[in-house]
């Protein structure tokens, strides 16, 4: 998984693209959701970021809700998430660093600081290896029904790749990871991406 990717969750629009512009700039591969709720299917569909920027005032699921639900997400219980708002009462700021929140950035934000206090939280340790993630036993047993390439790409999958990433450290293309992704999962009965790494994580 590249590190420098970030998830950012906001309902303001121009919220959104103002600051998908700014992380662009700075280097950074960036997927917008304009609701927790989007968010949380796109983390189910195994995306996964090194830094989550999650507004806290939304309809339907606030970005406390949010949190608690990405938490429940297997792979994203350690990623760091940065709580940005335009509430700068200090309950607010308390309330979302006792939750566990990497930082608390009050809106508007000036771009300098903002990329400062990104650049310092974004989780950049290295990937775990195969030996530390994998359940060897069960990798084992998937090996007895997929091809050498298909185990290669479950595991990128289990450590939170996506097709486009697979596709890029594979030198396939997209659309034949894809289809690859489609077939690992219909030959161990699974039903989507996390499926495979919880069967495969230890």
């Given at each position: 998984?590249n590190?420098?990717?970030?998830?950012?969750?906001?309902?303001?629009?121009?919220?959104?693209?103002?600051?998908?512009?700014?992380?662009?700039?700075?280097g950074?591969?960036?997927?917008?959701?304009k609701?927790?709720?989007?968010?949380?299917?796109?983390l189910?569909?195994g995306?996964?970021?090194g830094?989550?920027?999650?507004d806290?005032?939304?309809?339907?699921?606030?970005?406390?809700?949010?949190?608690?639900?990405?938490?429940?997400?297997?792979?994203?219980?350690?990623?760091?998430?940065i709580?940005?708002?335009?509430?700068?009462?200090?309950?607010?700021?308390?309330?979302?660093?006792?939750?566990?929140?990497?930082?608390?950035?009050?809106k508007?934000?000036?771009?300098?600081?903002?990329?400062?206090?990104?650049?310092?939280?974004?989780?950049?340790?290295?990937a775990?290896t195969?030996?530390?993630?994998f359940?060897?036993?069960?990798?084992?047993?998937?090996?007895?029904?997929?091809?050498?390439?298909?185990v290669?790409?479950?595991?990128?999958v289990?450590?939170?790749?996506?097709?486009?990433e697979?596709?890029?450290?594979?030198?396939?293309?997209?659309?034949?990871?894809?289809k690859?992704?489609?077939g690992?999962?219909d030959?161990?009965?699974?039903k989507?991406?996390?499926e495979?790494?919880h069967?495969?994580?230890?």
């Amino acid at each position: 998984m590249n590190r420098k990717t970030i998830l950012y969750v906001d309902d303001d629009i121009n919220m959104l693209n103002t600051g998908e512009d700014i992380l662009i700039n700075a280097g950074y591969e960036v997927s917008l959701a304009k609701s927790g709720v989007q968010a949380i299917k796109l983390l189910n569909k195994g995306n996964r970021y090194g830094l989550i920027l999650l507004d806290v005032d939304m309809p339907e699921m606030d970005g406390y809700e949010t949190f608690e639900e990405i938490r429940k997400i297997s792979g994203c219980e350690d990623v760091p998430i940065i709580f940005l708002t335009g509430m700068d009462a200090p309950d607010f700021e308390i309330k979302g660093l006792k939750m566990g929140a990497a930082d608390y950035i009050t809106k508007p934000f000036i771009k300098d600081v903002f990329l400062v206090r990104i650049a310092s939280r974004i989780n950049t340790a290295p990937a775990a290896t195969a030996e530390t993630m994998f359940d060897e036993q069960k990798l084992k047993e998937i090996e007895k029904v997929l091809s050498p390439a298909e185990v290669a790409v479950a595991k990128l999958v289990a450590e939170g790749c996506s097709n486009q990433e697979i596709a890029d450290r594979t030198n396939y293309s997209y659309g034949y990871i894809k289809k690859m992704v489609s077939g690992i999962l219909d030959k161990l009965y699974l039903k989507n991406r996390s499926e495979i790494r919880h069967m495969l994580k230890k």
